[in-house]
């Protein structure tokens, strides 16, 4: 148990589904992550929110599109995937996302997309 | 060049054997240096973190660094089956954290 949870852990969709991925962090956190993990490639950040607000954007394409309602939660709306998209998400948490050298970083259990 | 740079292995070290995990990084200005582990399957786990120069020991794992050299390690003593994995260095400069492709280790019984 991490303290940051995401459901669904498995995720099989269609290239014309929409799915969302959720996270809840149970850490009293003020900053939420997506991350991207590939085979053979390291960790690509994808979004990070700060207090709900987006502070930073990783030229990820529009078909991933997060929305951040509250410090505890963090979706990753899908839809038109591809099947290059398959990948494992992690969702993150950290007391700030980029005040003092700390800012460690915990990760959820992530969620396996395949997109077939 | 790699921001941060690992060699992906595999490394095979036999049980109670020293563990040696390296990584550089090119940002000279780099404040903060992570190393997690993440077995197969499952999510990165953080193990240690270090800020200054010189080493940091936690259990049966020591982080070094030397920013001069640009470049961080993870020594584990008395390695077990159960390190086996895969270990992620992450190093912060500024407001971003950059991974690895992180390091599989195998310890052999």
């Known amino acids: 148990e991490t303290g940051v949870t995401q459901t669904p852990r498995h995720l099989v969709m269609g290239m014309t589904n929409k799915k969302s991925l959720k996270c809840e962090q149970h850490l009293g956190h003020n900053a939420m992550y997506w991350y991207k993990q590939s085979a053979k490639k390291p960790l690509e950040l994808m979004f990070v929110?700060?207090?709900?607000?987006?502070?930073e954007n990783n030229s990820v394409p529009s078909r991933f599109s997060p929305e951040c309602p509250n410090s505890s939660h963090l979706f990753l709306h899908l839809h038109t995937l591809q099947p290059e998209d398959s990948a494992l998400y992690l969702c993150?948490?950290?007391?700030?996302?980029?005040?003092?050298?700390?800012?460690?970083?915990?990760f959820g259990e992530g969620s396996w997309l395949t997109v077939v | 060049q790699k921001e941060v740079e690992q060699n992906s292995g595999p490394l095979s070290v036999p049980e109670g054997a020293i563990a040696s995990l390296n990584c550089t990084y090119s940002d000279r200005g780099s404040q903060s240096f992570f190393w997690y582990r993440q077995y197969s399957g499952k999510s990165p786990e953080l193990i240690m973190f270090?800020?200054?120069?010189g080493d940091k020991e936690d259990g049966r794992f020591t982080a070094q660094l030397n920013k001069a050299s640009q470049y961080v390690s993870l020594l584990i003593r008395d390695s077990q089956p159960s390190d086996s994995a895969t270990y992620l260095c992450?190093?912060?400069?500024?407001?971003?954290?950059?991974f690895g492709t992180g390091t599989q280790l195998k310890v052999e019984l």
């Open positions: 929110y700060s207090l709900e607000e987006r502070v």
């Open positions: 992450a190093v912060k400069g500024g407001n971003k954290l950059t």
């Open positions: 993150a948490s950290s007391q700030d996302p980029d005040r003092g050298r700390g800012n460690t970083i915990y």
């Open positions: 270090i800020y200054s120069n």
